[in-house]
């Protein structure tokens, strides 16, 4: 049959309202071949919805190369590329100092990376300011001072917040955050009935994307759906806190831990159901997930949220020079930290002392000792490649050193990668 009499500019914005973004592109593709550079925004928008960074990162490369179009700050937030969009929205406020609206982008950027004590101290700004604050703001920022003062745990500036979102006529009616961080308030007050109808009405905020997204691929619906688990274990971290039998409580933990690793593994998804649970378990309780967090930050390049990460484990605030305050997997996790943010020299010296310290065989489980004799290999070999400029084979006292670390690491644990690295190595040798 004929196509509708309708612009493709209507359809495409009513498919995106409808979170059928798959529909939306289309539209838009179409809308792209007469008016390219009004699309671009929308494209990347678009893109990032459907998971295909790769394909957002292409049209704003096209845009700055092919249709002469500015570099918008929106437009980092689009591609997640939280730093630039934090740098450049305090660069546009410097100019504008008064300006709500870069402001609430600030909010926004630090949200997404985690910086709970800038975000916390920016919202009290923003709350505590003179001016009368329009519903719509207050709205946007009480959910997000929320989350930060849930992270510092600073229960009763949480509180401030989450009763003025309360207060707020028609608040909740499509906020998933306000209702998630008021029924995380109602369990911390034990008012457990409360908590368990603003976990429902929760749940009804989110029926229909989840319906949208549903429709067109579980992948998509992915984000939906661990916000449809967080309230299922924000129930069941109900029971755990209910309940004195230290047998229910054992299961759920497992039940927790098992979930997770179900999951998929990305940062957010990882970030979000921790964030739960920490409600009921600290992180220094639960080390080899948070252990395993802070790996998946650092290959993800989210080397800001790795170092947080520890930061929490630390039982000891004098710092990781004083190696015995703190459990080892621990150390071994701020020593990768320190050399994945280029401080090479730093952590292969750090790595060698801890190694040599007083009964760290007995101290460290061979296993983990392997791991750091494996990474003693590696990073010398790294950090004399970048100092000489050449290869470490072609040096001797190097090379003996780096097969020196790895046959070590053999003869502690046998495991595959130690002996792959210490077969190239082997190999690059001859």
Not at 173 to 178: A, D, P, R, W
Not at 201 to 228: D, F, H, M, N, Q
Not at 289 to 299: G, P, S
Not at 408 to 416: F, G, I, W
């Amino acid at each position: 049959g004929l196509p509708l009499p309708i612009d493709a500019r209507t359809l495409g914005g009513l498919a995106e309202k409808c979170h059928a973004y798959a529909k939306a592109l289309h539209y838009k593709e179409m809308e792209f071949t007469t008016a390219p550079a009004a699309c671009v925004e929308a494209l990347i928008s678009i893109n990032t919805q459907l998971q295909q960074t790769e394909a957002a990162q292409g049209i704003l490369s096209y845009a700055q190369k092919y249709l002469a179009v500015e570099l918008r700050e929106p437009w980092y937030e689009r591609l997640r590329r939280w730093e630039d969009a934090l740098e450049a929205y305090e660069l546009r406020q410097l100019e504008d100092p008064t300006c709500m609206e870069w402001t609430r982008s600030r909010l926004r950027c630090l949200h997404e990376l985690g910086e709970w004590p800038r975000l916390s101290e920016l919202a009290k700004n923003v709350w505590e300011t003179e001016e009368v604050l329009p519903d719509t703001v207050r709205l946007e920022v009480a959910p997000l001072a929320a989350a930060a003062e849930f992270h510092l745990r600073d229960w009763d500036r949480m509180g401030v917040f989450v009763d003025a979102l309360d207060a707020l006529e028609g608040s909740h009616s499509s906020s998933y955050e306000g209702f998630l961080y008021s029924a995380i308030l109602s369990v911390h007050r034990e008012n457990y009935n409360r908590a368990a109808k603003l976990i429902s009405r929760a749940r009804e905020t989110l029926e229909p994307e989840l319906i949208a997204l549903v429709g067109e691929s579980y992948t998509r619906a992915y984000t939906s759906l661990i916000k449809v688990q967080q309230l299922a274990e924000l129930e069941e971290i109900i029971k755990y806190k209910t309940t004195d039998r230290e047998p229910t409580r054992r299961a759920l933990r497992e039940m927790w831990t098992s979930r997770l690793q179900g999951c998929q593994s990305s940062v957010e998804v990882w970030q979000a159901a921790l964030e739960i649970r920490s409600i009921v378990i600290p992180p220094q309780e639960d080390l080899s997930t948070w252990l395993r967090f802070c790996a998946l930050c650092r290959k993800s390049s989210r080397l800001d949220l790795a170092v947080k990460a520890v930061d929490q484990l630390r039982s000891d605030q004098r710092g990781f020079a004083v190696f015995e305050a703190h459990d080892p997997r621990v150390v071994v996790a701020h020593l990768k930290n320190l050399h994945a943010a280029g401080c090479k020299h730093q952590a292969c010296d750090m790595m060698r002392d801890f190694l040599g310290a007083e009964n760290i065989a007995e101290r460290v489980p061979q296993a983990l000792l392997a791991r750091c004799h494996l990474k003693m290999g590696l990073w010398t070999r790294e950090v004399f490649e970048d100092d000489a400029k050449t290869s470490y084979v072609n040096s001797s006292r190097v090379l003996s050193q780096v097969l020196g670390w790895m046959q070590s690491a053999v003869e502690l644990h046998s495991d595959y990668k130690v002996w792959n690295a210490l077969a190239l190595a082997n190999f690059q040798a001859c």
